[in-house]
């Protein structure tokens, strides 16, 4: 067992609605949603054109339909979809579905268990009074994900084809480099440069997806890899800095101060206190 162990994520969880329907046929042309569309197919078998692409789709696959993006679905025959309209987020506004780029098409390795969930899912969600519902719920959501995750990850993570991205998508790529270059200095004028657009324009459409400017994200970043360096680690706060990009051990107290209202050496001392078994 790992003490030094840490995880920091902040889940945002938007649910429009969570519906079991059954057709007898099935003809849907060219529709978009505001929100990620996730469709088990527990029977039946269909044909599902997004991006200028045709899939055939059977029972216990799940079609995934980005926002704003069309999509057709066609079946001459009757079937069952558990279906789920929802939006999902993770720290600093990014869009759990962006960062993991999952194909349009996954098939379910656990496909009983993604049943048996959305079926409590379902019944939590017609029920408006019942205790904890919303927990219940959220909690259902994410073990959904995880099945599919980790149906995406036994399939060898399948990439999302180009024509269903969005300008978000683009803005992954942005974040990720933000991520892996978080020991050296990085500019506005570098980042927009991956883009190929002007500063800016690029702050602008940044903060029109996520709200907040590609600097302040890079500071969050920045923030979340020193507080898991000090909770995890005994390497120096001079050593820290290296790692995050920041001038020398004295400028990185300060600025750590100034974002948490404590110093490194308290909050590492703070986290250490609370990881002790009793």
Same mark, same amino acid.
């Given at each position: 067992?790992?003490? *030094?162990? @840490?995880?920091k994520?902040?889940?945002g969880?938007?649910?429009?609605?969570i519906?079991? @329907?059954?057709y007898?046929r099935?003809?849907i042309?060219?529709?978009k =949603?505001?929100?990620w569309?996730?469709?088990?197919?527990?029977?039946?078998?269909?044909?599902?054109?997004t991006?200028?692409?045709?899939?055939?789709?059977?029972?216990?696959?799940v079609?995934? +339909?980005p926002?704003?993006i %069309?999509?057709?679905e066609?079946?001459p025959?009757?079937?069952?979809?558990?279906?789920?309209?929802?939006?999902?987020?993770?720290?600093?506004?990014? &869009?759990?579905?962006?960062?993991?780029?999952?194909?349009p098409?996954?098939?379910l390795?656990d /496909?009983?268990?993604?049943?048996?969930?959305?079926?409590?899912?379902?019944?939590?969600? *017609?029920?408006?009074? =019942?205790?904890?519902?919303?927990?219940?719920i959220g909690?259902?959501?994410l073990?959904?994900?995880?099945?599919l995750?980790?149906?995406?990850?036994?399939d060898?993570?399948p990439?999302?084809?180009?024509?269903?991205n @969005?300008?978000? &998508?683009?803005?992954?790529e942005?974040?990720?480099?933000?991520?892996? +270059?978080?020991?050296?200095?990085i500019?506005?004028?570098?980042?927009?440069?991956l883009?190929?657009l002007?500063?800016?324009?690029? &702050?602008?459409?940044?903060?029109? +997806?996520?709200?907040q400017?590609p600097? +302040?994200?890079?500071?969050?970043?920045?923030?979340r890899?020193?507080?898991?360096?000090? /909770?995890?680690?005994?390497i120096?706060? %001079?050593?820290?800095?290296? /790692?995050? $990009?920041?001038v &020398?051990?004295?400028?990185?107290?300060?600025?750590?101060?100034?974002?948490?209202?404590?110093?490194p $050496?308290?909050y590492?001392?703070?986290? =250490?206190?609370?990881?002790?078994m009793?």
């Open positions: 067992m790992n003490n *030094n162990a @840490s995880m994520e902040q889940f969880l938007s649910i429009v609605n519906v079991r @329907s059954s007898t099935l003809k042309r060219d529709i =949603k505001n929100q569309v996730l469709s088990h197919v527990v029977k039946g078998q269909l044909t599902m054109e991006g200028g692409i045709s899939y055939n789709v059977r029972a216990g696959q079609m995934v +339909h926002p704003h %069309e999509f057709s066609y079946n025959s009757s079937g069952i979809h558990q279906v789920l309209f929802l939006d999902v987020t993770l720290s600093e506004h990014l &869009d759990l579905f962006r960062m993991y780029p999952i194909p098409v996954i098939t390795v /496909e009983a268990s993604f049943t048996r969930c959305f079926q409590e899912l379902n019944s939590y969600w *017609n029920q408006p009074d =019942k205790a904890f519902r919303n927990v219940y909690a259902g959501i073990e959904l994900i995880k099945l995750l980790n149906s995406w990850e036994s060898g993570f990439s999302r084809p180009e024509q269903l @969005s300008t978000e &998508d683009r803005f992954m942005v974040i990720q480099y933000m991520q892996t +270059h978080l020991r050296r200095k500019s506005r004028e570098e980042l927009s440069s883009l190929h002007h500063p800016n324009y690029f &702050d602008k459409l940044f903060y029109k +997806h996520f709200h400017t600097m +302040h994200m890079l500071r969050m970043l920045r923030l890899k020193a507080q898991s360096l000090l /909770e995890t680690s005994d120096t706060l %001079e050593q820290i800095a290296g /790692e995050c $990009g920041l &020398d051990a004295a400028y990185f107290a300060k600025w750590f101060k100034k974002q948490c209202r404590e110093t $050496g308290q590492r001392t703070r986290m =250490k206190i609370s990881k002790r009793y």
